[in-house]
């Protein structure tokens, strides 16, 4: 199979709009070719003349660690170009900015869930591009995480830079097609083009992402196919106090970790309060010491979550209700426990961040709630997942 990327310099047709234009690329470190070699590179030995970059969150190098480490722009210090950051200074492309190109090749592999913020790097840049006859070009890259939808929809008024519109978190779609849903969603007038994968299929080996293609981290935690598959769950620890690994070789591949929760108790307590919704993973407990972030220096009891080999139901995961149940299982044992991360997450400095991860209250009044059950968040997320795949069905590509 081929990469939108691989298509754009294999058939000389596809880069024939380009001729004569300048031309920006939107890239990071997984933004490669299938011979490894990075976008950038292979655009301007192909003749595009590229006359500008621009760095999503953790920058075009990918070197930024954490949330809310901003990258400063530079100039390039091979091709003498600009190299602007949409995580510094600004998140949205400034009008200087986009004076620099006539056409924007945006070329980010995806985790396939609405809080990685590459998705709301693309509306900003559409909506920049709206009305001034800018074009936008997605170079399709696969969502490891294949075509299963799931959690709450985004509530109107929670939007943020982890949250671009209402969709849900796990949204089934690839970055190509998710321009086609703003520009339809948001009414944009943007010229747009989508230069589609060849022979990508969702639910074909790999389920999402292809055997033929090496992961490579888009960001610096994104360390693995197990944990893009387990990331629409985890990444929910960002707004807790419980370790989602990071300072570990396996970041937010764990449920939770802690040096004051019995991993044991927990996973027990799952199986009685809802059992179906550990389906199609195996979880295992662990052990491991931060070297940073938190509980830095400190031994964690956790469980680890094993998405892959034979231990994976592509169709029976699903990680967002799993780690909904790992943090009712922490309540159930621990009521007092102060489960919720109070400080400014991405910019937003009112709303807790459990919240804004989710889009809305729904996650969190749902695992406080002494006498809630499994139903009650099935029904809510059952109804937002038929709504969100029934308005999407007409966009797929593949």
Not at 109 to 137: M, P
Request: charged letters at 20%; hydrophobic letters at 40%; glycine letters at 10%.
């Amino acid at each position: 199979m081929r990469f939108g990327i691989d298509r754009l310099l294999a058939e000389p047709d596809l880069r024939t709009p380009l001729a004569g234009r300048r031309v920006a690329l939107v890239a990071h470190p997984a933004s490669l070719t299938a011979d490894l070699t990075h976008s950038l590179d292979a655009l301007i030995a192909a003749g595009v003349n590229v006359t500008a970059a621009f760095g999503p969150q953790h920058g075009l190098k990918g070197d930024k660690q954490d949330n809310m480490v901003e990258t400063e722009d530079e100039l390039d210090p091979v091709y003498n170009i600009p190299v602007f950051s949409l995580y510094g200074e600004v998140r949205r492309p400034t009008g200087q900015m986009m004076s620099t190109a006539d056409v924007f090749l945006f070329d980010l592999q995806d985790l396939g869930c609405r809080i990685y913020t590459f998705v709301t790097t693309l509306l900003y840049l559409l909506e920049a591009a709206h009305g001034t006859g800018k074009e936008v070009w997605v170079l399709d890259r696969p969502n490891p995480a294949g075509r299963p939808v799931e959690g709450t929809l985004l509530v109107p008024g929670q939007e943020s830079f982890v949250g671009a519109g209402p969709m849900p978190m796990r949204h089934g779609l690839t970055l190509g097609e998710m321009g086609h849903w703003f520009i339809e969603h948001f009414k944009l007038d943007v010229p747009y083009r989508v230069i589609a994968m060849e022979g990508w299929q969702p639910e074909g080996p790999g389920f999402g992402w292809p055997d033929s293609r090496i992961w490579i981290n888009p960001s610096p935690n994104a360390a693995s196919l197990n944990m893009a598959r387990a990331y629409a769950g985890t990444v929910m620890l960002e707004g807790a106090t419980l370790s989602e690994g990071r300072g570990t070789t396996r970041p937010l591949e764990v449920l939770f970790g802690a040096p004051d929760v019995d991993a044991k108790a927990v996973l027990a307590e799952m199986h009685r309060f809802a059992p179906d919704w550990l389906a199609g993973c195996a979880l295992r407990e662990c052990w491991f010491t931060p070297t940073f972030h938190k509980h830095a220096g400190q031994l964690c009891n956790g469980l680890m979550i094993h998405a892959e080999g034979a231990f994976y139901d592509h169709n029976a995961f699903r990680p967002w209700r799993l780690q909904a149940l790992a943090f009712k299982a922490i309540r159930r044992l621990y009521p007092e426990y102060p489960i919720w991360r109070d400080f400014p997450y991405e910019y937003e400095f009112e709303r807790l961040a459990i919240d804004v991860i989710n889009g809305g209250p729904a996650l969190r009044e749902w695992v406080d709630d002494p006498v809630a059950l499994p139903g009650d968040l099935e029904v809510r997320t059952g109804a937002d997942e038929r709504v969100w795949t029934e308005t999407v069905l007409t966009l797929r590509l593949y």
